[in-house]
C-alpha cells in the first residue's frame, strides 16, 4: 500500500467548525438560565471537553498519553501562583501563562519520550504524572502541599471583575473556545501529517516525514491545552489542590475522547458531555465511574472503534454516501474504526 504525504495544508473541516460552534454556544448558558447546578455541570463538561482535547491531539498520531493531569496540574498551579503571590488577575494573562508553562516542560520530556511506542510511552507518561503528583504533595513551599493554594482571587478582563459563577462560567467558556481553536488549528493544518504518522510511521519516515517533529509539537500543544483546563479546574473550585490532578483522573479524559470518538473533534465534546452528565446526573461514585469508563471503552474497542461520532459517521455512509460526511470524519476513518467494510 502505497502512503502519500501531501505537503499543503488542510483547512479545518466541518467537525472541526462544528466544534467551535458548539463549545460557543457556552457563552449563551447564563443568559437563558441561572440554574447554579446549570453551571457547574457546564464547568465540568467544558474542562473534561479541554482535557479531552489534549489526548485527542495525541490519538491523532496513534499515542495514548496519561500526562494530561500532570500538565493540567502545571497550568493549574501557574495560575494559583501568579495571582496568589503576583497579583495577575487579567485572564489573557493568565490563559497564556496556563499555557506556556506546561507546553515548556513538555517539550524536553517529549524530545526524550517520543521515540518510545506503544506501551512504553503510556507507563512513561502515566509515570511521569504520578512524579508530579508526589512532587506537588512534597513542596509545601511553592505548591502548599497537602493544603494546596486556597483563597485564589477573582480574575479580571478588560477591567471586569469574574467572580461570580456567570463570570467563572464565562472563563471557562473562553477557555475552552481558545482549546478548541487551538486543537482545531494544528490538527486541520498537519492532518495528513498527523495521518501519515498514525496509519504507517515507518513508512512515513521512508519517504522523508521527520516524524519526531510532529510528535513533539502535538506533544507540546497537546501539554498546554491540558494547562488551559487546568486553569479552568482552579479558578472553578477555587484552589489548587494535588488530589484535583489525580493520576487516575487521566482514566476519565481518555474514556470521553475514545467513547466519543476519536476519528473527529466532536468525539470529545459529546465523550465529555454524556459521560460528565451522566457522572451527575446517577451520582456515580469515583470507584465505580473508573469500572463504568473501562468497562466502555473496552466495548467501544471491540465494537464500535470509532466511538459515537464514528458509528454514527459511518452509519449515515452507508445511507447517504459522498466523500466526507458532515460530522468531518472521513469515510476510511469512519468505516475503518466503526469495523465496517469501507
Known amino acids: 500500500m502505497a502512503l502519500r504525504i501531501p ?59 496519561f500526562a494530561v493531569p500532570a500538565f493540567m496540574a502545571l497550568g493549574g498551579y501557574a495560575f494559583a501562583i501568579a495571582a496568589l503571590r503576583g497579583g495577575i488577575t487579567d485572564t489573557i494573562a493568565l490563559a497564556a501563562l496556563s499555557f506556556t508553562v506546561p507546553a515548556l516542560v513538555a517539550l524536553p520530556l517529549g524530545v526524550l519520550i517520543l521515540r518510545l511506542r506503544g506501551v512504553y510511552f503510556v507507563l512513561v507518561t502515566f509515570v511521569l504524572t504520578q512524579i508530579l503528583d508526589l512532587l506537588l504533595f512534597e513542596t509545601p513551599g511553592l505548591s502548599g502541599g497537602a493544603n494546596g493554594l486556597v483563597g485564589m482571587p477573582a480574575t479580571t478582563l478588560f477591567g471586569l471583575t469574574l467572580g461570580d459563577n456567570r463570570g467563572v462560567l464565562f472563563v471557562g467558556a473562553g477557555l475552552t473556545l481558545t482549546a478548541t481553536l487551538i486543537t482545531a488549528g494544528l490538527t486541520s493544518y498537519f492532518r495528513q501529517h498527523f495521518a501519515a504518522i498514525e496509519e504507517n510511521e515507518v513508512l512515513a519516515q521512508s519517504l522523508g516525514l521527520v516524524t519526531w517533529r510532529y510528535k513533539v509539537l502535538g506533544f507540546v500543544i ?60 446517577f451520582s456515580i461514585q469515583g470507584e465505580y465511574s473508573q469500572g463504568l469508563f473501562g468497562v466502555l471503552i473496552i466495548v467501544v474497542v471491540m465494537l464500535a472503534k470509532g466511538g459515537i461520532v464514528g458509528t454514527v459517521a459511518a452509519l449515515l455512509r452507508r445511507f447517504a454516501g459522498g466523500r466526507r460526511d458532515a460530522l468531518g470524519v472521513s469515510p476510511q476513518t469512519a468505516a475503518g474504526q466503526a469495523g465496517m467494510p469501507q
Not at 477555587?238 to 470518538?261: D, E, K, M, Q, R
Not at 473533534?265 to 451527575?280: E, K, R
Open 222 to 281: 497537546a501539554a498546554g491545552v491540558a494547562g488551559l483546563a487546568g486553569f479552568a479546574l482552579v479558578n472553578m473550585l477555587l484552589t489548587a489542590h494535588p488530589t484535583s490532578f489525580s493520576p487516575i483522573s487521566s482514566v476519565n479524559y481518555i474514556g470521553y475522547a475514545i467513547i466519543g470518538g476519536r476519528g473527529s473533534m466532536l468525539g470529545p465534546i459529546i465523550g465529555s458531555g454524556l459521560l460528565v452528565w451522566a457522572t451527575n446526573m
Open 7 to 65: 505537503h499543503h495544508a488542510s483547512t479545518p473541516g466541518p467537525g472541526e467548525i462544528a466544534s467551535a460552534v458548539t463549545v460557543a454556544l457556552a457563552f449563551a448558558i447564563p443568559f437563558v438560565t441561572e440554574s447554579q447546578l446549570v453551571y457547574s455541570l457546564a464547568n465540568q463538561i467544558l474542562i473534561a471537553i479541554s482535557a479531552s482535547f489534549s489526548v485527542y491531539i495525541m490519538l491523532r498520531m496513534d499515542l495514548m498519553t
